[in-house]
């Protein structure tokens, strides 16, 4: 265990400044598969769609507090940390007010770190582990997850153009560690929604590994129908289908992480 990591748990951002990518998928997954797993996990709605509140069954009218209210109002992690249905899995949900909280954070003196303050100390003491599902940009709610975060886990859609971003991606994360968060590591690349029958899918993992090496999850999401009905039943695929192919990916994957933090 890194020694930054004093008094609380890990915190990792999930980013990929594609959309559609699996990182909201992933968030919610294996977060859920981490919970399952005893670990005390919250998720941090950080994309002001709130597709990670809804596949959890956070409603609107359960959003009162948000992360808006975290980054912009001050109110602590404690107030907006919200129960779901999962034992061990608590949310920040996201509102569509934190569409604007890019520019009002724009002008304050700390604008990259205002992730970072809420999350400080003791404010996540109890937990194992903080996950920040990240919108499909690098703007500044991207930057305040990177700076709050020990780790960034990259979701890669196993399509044409996967890599294509990574450099940019990779870019940032060098500013990041140069300006303000020296050491914020790279916990992986999971590819997501694989197709195996798929040569350009193969290509793409085979291009990963070749590109990335060590940093590539052994573990690979397959692509599969009940992971992408579940957001609608407001459920983790582990729950809404324990035992197919998206579920048992995510409860591997869950099991490398853990393993990978204990090296
Ligand atoms: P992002 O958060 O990067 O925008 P999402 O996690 O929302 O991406 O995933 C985009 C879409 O792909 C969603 O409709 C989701 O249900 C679907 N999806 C994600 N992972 C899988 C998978 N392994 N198999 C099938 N569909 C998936
Ligand atoms: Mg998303």
Redesign the pocket.
Known sequence: MPETRSGGGKIVAIV?Q??????????INLGAALADQGKRVAIIDL?PQG?ASTGLGIEIDRRQLSTYDLLLENIPLAEVLQDCAIENLQVVPATSDLSSADIEMVSKGQRTTLLKSALRGSAIEGLDFVLI?CP?SLSLLTVNAMVAAHSVLV?LQSEFFALEGLSQLMLTIREVRASANPDLAIEGVVL???DGRNKLAQGVLADAKETLGELVFDTI?????R??E??SFAQPVLYYDPASK?SL?YRALAHEFVARDQV
């Open positions: 990929n594609k959309g559609g990518v699996g990182k909201t998928t992933t968030a994309d597709n599902d499909p979701p997501t929604m694989y999401i397959p692509r599969n129908v992971v992408s579940a957001p998206g990916a």
